[in-house]
T-cell receptor
């Protein structure tokens, strides 16, 4: 069985500071991993995906994530938060099961 | 031209009623899904169909019955609605299911959601 654990249910940052949203996975084989974003009262959108080509994956809106097999992690980062980044973020492993989500709040 | 469309967007109904939510995708994908998102934003996969065949059937009350008349449609029928069924239901599709390691095939495209309120 495969699963993901999002380590923080809520992360709060100030605008212009770095963002780190943590995700650990469990898989018996090399997984595909995804981050999706859900803005308030909106549907879900793919941010980025890891499918083996490179361990550092760049996504939309300046987000990136690094696949670390030794740490079984796929943390999402962004160098500088923007107010529009406030949303719910989900880490997903390739059998389409979602993590519990991390709510990102961005303070002015 | 919406890729994954769900109807209705809002549904308010009484306990005990039967209701359906429809989903259609025009992406030519082989796999469709239903997810339930509760008030705490937790997204739980309910069902998945691949080419009209049921692939994933999570622990869901059998009051919930998916129907896939063709691979472009996956409808969700709910019998004897209960208060706890109130949630947002998302339909999604992907090119394939567990398409493997190199997988564009696993990328999900979501509908806008259907908010069900049971009174």
């Amino acid at each position: 069985a495969q699963s993901v654990t999002q380590l923080d249910s809520h992360v709060s940052v100030s605008e212009g500071t770095p963002v780190l949203l943590r995700c650990n996975y469990s898989s018996s084989y090399s997984p595909s991993l995804f981050w999706y974003v859900q803005h308030p009262n909106k549907g879900l959108q793919l941010l980025l995906k890891y499918t083996s080509a490179a361990t550092l994956v760049k996504g939309i809106n300046g987000f990136e994530a690094e696949f670390k097999k030794s740490e079984t992690s796929f943390h999402l980062t962004k160098p500088s938060a923007h107010m529009s980044d406030a949303a719910e973020y989900f880490c997903v492993v390739n059998d389409m099961r979602f993590g519990a989500g991390t709510r990102l709040t961005v303070k002015p | 031209d919406t890729a994954v469309s769900q109807t209705p967007k809002y549904l308010v109904t009484q306990m005990g009623n039967d209701k359906s939510i429809k989903c259609e995708q025009n992406l030519g994908h082989d796999t469709m899904y239903w997810y339930k998102q509760d008030s705490k934003k937790f997204l739980k996969i309910m069902f998945s169909y691949n080419n009209k065949e049921l692939i994933i059937n999570e622990t869901v009350p059998n009051r919930f019955s998916p129907k896939s008349p063709d691979k472009a449609h996956l409808n969700l029928h709910i019998n004897s609605l209960e208060l706890g069924d109130s949630a947002v239901y998302f339909c999604a599709s992907s090119q394939d299911l567990m398409g493997g390691f190199h997988s564009e095939a696993n990328v999900l495209t979501f509908g806008a959601g259907s908010r069900l309120t049971v009174l």
